[in-house]
């Protein structure tokens, strides 16, 4: 599928299970990283911030497209009690981060931007997520053997707490995962 | 977590994504397999089904059992039209399967019994899942490259078709993989 794609595909994305994602689409892809300023306006709210940094992301990395490139670039925010949570910077804020997921549900946003030198296309997927209630030595013992620092929300939903602590989801897993393939893989095909 | 666990793991499941998902939970285990009989009344409906089925196995292991020993047996099934979707027999089946599961909803209910010498705890999780219409092309490409004959419904959430065709699921990702690990780390916790 896909498979006479006009595009050569590259991923400007440091996130593994990003990488995992589309490899598992049974896409072939290049990496291409730069380090880009995640910063937005303020008066940005849900799905609108990884939209806008999906965006972002992309315009860092126009000039050196090549006219057969389509490259991907992708955000995915948490958002709980009407503000963005997002990577935590040291354990206390793992903890209270993960304390205000306990027992609550949260929204999950993931915006995606597909871009070549003469198109774009950007969209986004939001995925409800139930956490049951986490105790404080769960919540410990989950930062302290997987230092969730690079995650938004400060968890993995593909690792030890994701298992434990999701009671159900409204919506995609993968996007929660950081990447709506099923959508990714529906707009390139109609690209 | 569970670290003082006071039995030994044996999980009875031929199932590689099982076994993958007790690994994530963090326990040890050892597998003990048998080729059980997976026949069950017809007059079972929905869950029923598996929670019949994953007590039938256990059975079967019951009199190897040691008493430090904690079995974990598991059934999945996919429900559909009001019947339920086994594993294919043979191409013509699978791509029935999934032209059946296209564009629609189904339910996939998973069974759990976990047993020592003294006790037995069987409970189950259900999760309904949403496919987008597949074309005949995606369909048999996904059957004759992933040939899914060990599968219930001729998919597996977490391989290519997984990727492309699910919009959207209520409840638990995992239970769709075949074990709903969080309530399997509840009933652990509190056996």
């Given at each position: 599928?896909?498979?006479?794609?006009?595009?050569?595909?590259?991923?400007?994305?440091?996130?593994?299970?990003?990488?995992?994602?589309?490899?598992?689409?049974?896409?072939?892809?290049?990496?291409?990283?730069?380090?880009?300023?995640?910063?937005?306006?303020?008066?940005?709210?849900?799905?609108?911030?990884?939209?806008?940094l999906s965006e972002h992301k992309a315009s860092?990395?126009?000039?050196?497209?090549?006219?057969?490139?389509?490259?991907?670039?992708?955000?995915?925010?948490?958002?709980?009690?009407?503000?963005?949570?997002?990577?935590?910077?040291?354990?206390?804020?793992?903890?209270?981060?993960?304390?205000?997921?306990?027992?609550?549900?949260?929204?999950?946003?993931?915006?995606?931007?597909?871009?070549?030198?003469?198109?774009?296309?950007?969209?986004?997927?939001?995925?409800?997520?139930?956490?049951?209630?986490?105790?404080?030595?769960?919540?410990?013992?989950?930062?302290?053997?997987?230092?969730?620092?690079?995650?938004?929300?400060?968890?993995?939903?593909?690792?030890?707490?994701?298992?434990?602590?999701?009671?159900?989801?409204?919506?995609?897993?993968?996007?929660?995962?950081?990447?709506?393939?099923?959508?990714?893989?529906?707009?390139?095909?109609?690209?």
């Open positions: 599928m896909l498979q006479n794609f006009p595009y050569k595909i590259v991923l400007a994305s440091k996130s593994p299970r990003r990488q995992f994602l589309i490899k598992e689409l049974g896409l072939d892809f290049e990496l291409r990283t730069l380090d880009v300023d995640e910063s937005f306006p303020e008066t940005l709210i849900r799905e609108q911030i990884p939209l806008y860092e990395f126009l000039s050196d497209l090549g006219v057969d490139e389509l490259l991907i670039t992708a955000d995915t925010i948490v958002w709980i009690n009407n503000k963005v949570m997002n990577k935590p910077q040291d354990r206390a804020e793992a903890i209270a981060m993960l304390t205000e997921l306990s027992g609550n549900k949260h929204e999950v946003f993931t915006g995606v931007c597909l871009m070549t030198k003469y198109k774009k296309v950007t969209f986004f997927d939001s995925t409800e997520v139930y956490f049951k209630q986490l105790s404080p030595t769960e919540i410990e013992y989950y930062i302290d053997k997987y230092q969730p620092y690079d995650k938004a929300g400060a968890y993995g939903a593909q690792e030890w707490i994701g298992y434990i602590a999701v009671e159900k989801i409204i919506g995609s897993y993968f996007n929660v995962m950081g990447l709506p393939v099923h959508k990714v893989y529906e707009q390139l095909s109609k690209f």
